[in-house]
């Protein structure tokens, strides 16, 4: 069975900072990886969407990676603002239609 | 352009009684998807449909049954909530597109359910 884990599970950081969120997954065999957003009582944003052939992709201020041999997977966030404050989740497939997410990173950014 | 929408937004039931979770999405989507997340435990899938007329068992199928009653909408039903399955309860719809593996999933905003 697919683990996916999220290290770590709260982060606060000052406005202006980059950082760097963890995701990690027992196995390789993945078609793709998605980043999410979470606002509190809300649902999920879609951020990123990484193919199984890719080791990258970037919108705006966000750029996530991909290493499917390591299980291991990034979200960077340049020049973080008050506004990303959320929690991030990811998710991997390993079928069409089977997801498996994490319990996500709670992000504060603190003006 | 609604995207996927879910009522009710919140329920409180008693042990042992019945309901139904609505979802409709108006993306033109093929496959929808019935979550719960629990605190600390991230999303976990409970049913999905591939397309209009097909169902099939996630992770924690069991309490639950679902119906695809057209490609539009998708329903969740307890049959006899337990105090487990006090949770938040997402749908999702997707176009999984198996020529170039994108299945960017799309959420509705849940319903917040406390079985007492």
């Known amino acids: 069975k697919q683990e996916v884990t999220q290290i770590p599970a709260a982060l606060s950081v000052p406005e202006g900072e980059n950082l760097v969120l963890n995701c990690s997954f027992t196995d390789s065999a993945i078609y793709n990886l998605q980043w999410f957003r979470q606002d509190p009582g809300k649902g999920l944003t879609s951020l990123l969407l990484?193919?199984?052939?890719?080791r990258e992709q970037t919108s705006g201020r966000l750029n996530a990676s991909l290493d499917k041999s390591s299980g291991r997977s990034t979200l960077y966030i340049a020049a973080s603002q008050p506004g990303d404050s959320a929690t991030y989740l990811c998710?991997?497939?390993?079928?069409?239609?089977?997801?498996?997410f994490g319990s996500g990173t709670k992000l504060n950014v603190k003006p | 352009n609604a995207g996927v929408t879910q009522t009710p937004k919140f329920q409180v039931l008693k042990t042992g009684q019945s309901m139904t979770l609505q979802c409709a999405q108006d993306m033109n989507h093929n496959s929808m998807y019935w979550y719960r997340q629990d605190p600390g435990m991230g999303l976990r899938l409970i049913y999905y449909?591939?397309?209009?007329?097909?169902?099939d068992k996630g992770e924690v199928p069991n309490g639950y049954n679902v119906s695809r009653l057209n490609k539009r909408e998708f329903s969740l039903r307890l049959e006899s909530a337990a105090p487990s399955q006090t949770s938040v309860y997402f749908c999702a719809s997707s176009e999984v597109l198996a020529a170039r593996n994108t299945d960017t999933q799309y959420f509705g905003p849940g319903t917040r359910l406390t079985v007492l």
């Open positions: 990484i193919q199984s052939s890719q």
């Open positions: 449909s591939a397309s209009e007329g097909t169902t």
């Open positions: 998710a991997v497939s390993r079928n069409f239609n089977k997801f498996y």
